[in-house]
């Protein structure tokens, strides 16, 4: 009985306190040594992953399968999941649709994975989840922000915040607490995950009785931003939401910063990671931003904290946003599949939608189209590091 009230706890939460195997870079990986000496016997749960270990997108995918195989460490060192180990077994999709399918038809028909938890971007992860509508197979995506991804079918599931309503929550924040009463947008037309942040800041920040002074579009691969920063400087307005992925960030926030254009920039949580990228002559150009995130490094939360420390030791990096969602939807779904009692696909997608799961990014359960419910961080620059501002609704 002790022994079941464990692993009921550490399934709810998955609390780290020990440290776990390296980061594959690629391949096919089955991770943890319990879960390979138990499944030579048949006793193991197979779940399957995806993320893009190698490529342009690749620091997002590594984080979040560092975070996956922490989560499956813990939980196997903890008992597992039905009285079973945790194998996990993760392909490199190299940040591709194409490649993602093909990783996908592997993990089903010859790894015979019992559930997913991937991929990482949108569109892969959108391939990936019209293929899993069809085989019925219970999927989570830790980091994909695409409203679509859900809408494939029931099975499908999320432990991120959507598009929109990253759009819709930086608007509120603007107008709320920046008093802002103009905006313009810059974004990456050619990506699903900047057009649709874009498009419901614009919705959003009109509703709230904001003025968008410039919405500019730049083609995917863009190095030089200062023709559509230029046009934004000289509308003057109150923020510039920069809704695009940290590499892009730098560079618009630099160019931002050589023009003098000197509106407030605001984000969603692609801007994760933008510190790294940032040469240090010039960190001014973000300095004061703000963008919504899923965590903040400064919680007081025990669990966080423990997690962030082992990432750290066992991966040689600090954790970022990709890696604590990671670690989450790995906990979702193991906690779904030890409240189902069962490795049935119906049975699994059932206790998903029911869960009520208290992981690092907070108390989490799932709306009628089974993406996340709970509060954002906002996250502003100083000195260099991000900062914890406040926990915010819209």
Known sequence: MMKKRLLAAVLAAVMLSASATGCAQGGGNTDSAAAGSAAAAGE??????????????????IATNNGVKLAVDKINKAGGVLGKQIEYISYDEKGDAIEAVNAYNKLVQDDQ???????????????VAQKAVKDGLP?????????????????????????????????????????????AIIYDNGDDYSTGV?????????EAGMTITNKEAYQSGSVDFKSQLTKIKAGNPDVVMVPVYYSDVALIAVQAKDIGLS??????????????????????????????????AESSDPDLQAFLKTYKESYGADANMFAVLG??????????????????????????????????????????????????????IADGKYKFVENFKK
């Open 139 to 183: 999927m989570i995506t830790a980091t994909g922000t695409a409203a679509d991804i859900t809408k494939a079918g029931d099975n499908i599931f999320r432990a991120c915040f959507i598009d929109p309503f990253q759009g819709e929550l930086m608007a509120a924040y603007a107008a709320q607490k920046l008093g802002a009463k103009t905006a």
């Open 113 to 127: 994975v019992v559930a997913l938890v991937g991929d990482v971007t949108s569109k892969p992860t959108i391939a």
């Open 327 to 380: 670690y989450d939807a790995m906990g979702m779904m193991a906690a779904a599949i030890e409240k189902a009692g069962s490795t049935d696909s119906d049975k699994i997608v059932e206790a998903l939608k029911g869960i009520e799961y208290k992981g690092l990014t907070g108390n989490t359960t799932f709306d009628e189209n089974r993406n996340p419910v709970r509060e954002a961080v906002i996250t502003t």
């Open 44 to 61: 193991t749960i197979k779940i399957g992953g995806l993320a893009p270990l190698t490529g342009n997108v690749s620091v997002y995918g």
């Open 198 to 206: 874009a498009n419901a800041f614009e919705a959003a920040a009109k």
């Open 263 to 296: 509106a407030k920039l605001l984000g969603a949580d692609g801007w994760d990671g933008v510190l790294e990228k940032i040469d240090k002559s010039n960190l001014d150009a973000v300095k004061d931003c703000y963008f919504c995130s899923q965590y903040s």
